[in-house]
């Protein structure tokens, strides 16, 4: 009886992060990234009062996934929370998140949250096509 309610249990938890990993892919998956697994959304339609608090959830529930964690950076860059979203997109990046890269040096480029540095921007772009 035990290892069924341990089952059961399991099953549901697994569900829940399932579903919150969909919704914050709905909401926040850019159509550029490779790692999507929806078609993704523009830029200009993102909207990140409904993104930010499902990809938080998202990066809560499954923290070593990089597409998460670009996308809970990318509904941050949209609340213009730069160090917010340059913090996910790191977390991204360290899980091999070229989207995130390639986020990071267009901050770096664009002197978003950091100061411009078209150096910077080159290489983090360039890991993005890695």
Request: proline letters at 5%; glycine letters at 8%.
């Amino acid at each position: 009886m035990k290892s069924v309610l341990l089952l059961i249990g399991l099953l549901f938890w697994t569900s829940v992060a399932i579903g919150q990993e969909s919704v914050c892919d709905l909401l926040a998956a850019s159509s550029l990234d490779p790692q999507k697994t929806t078609p993704g959304i523009s830029y200009e339609k993102l909207n990140p009062a409904q993104a930010i608090p499902a990809c938080k959830q998202a990066v809560e529930m499954s923290p070593r996934v990089g597409r998460l964690w670009f996308q809970y950076g990318r509904a941050l860059e949209k609340a213009n929370k730069l160090p917010d979203a340059i913090q996910a997109y790191q977390e991204a990046a360290k899980l091999n998140s070229g989207a995130a890269y390639n986020n990071i040096g267009e901050l770096y480029r664009d002197g978003k949250g950091f100061q411009k540095d078209l150096k910077k921007a080159e290489i983090k772009i360039g890991r993005a096509h890695v």
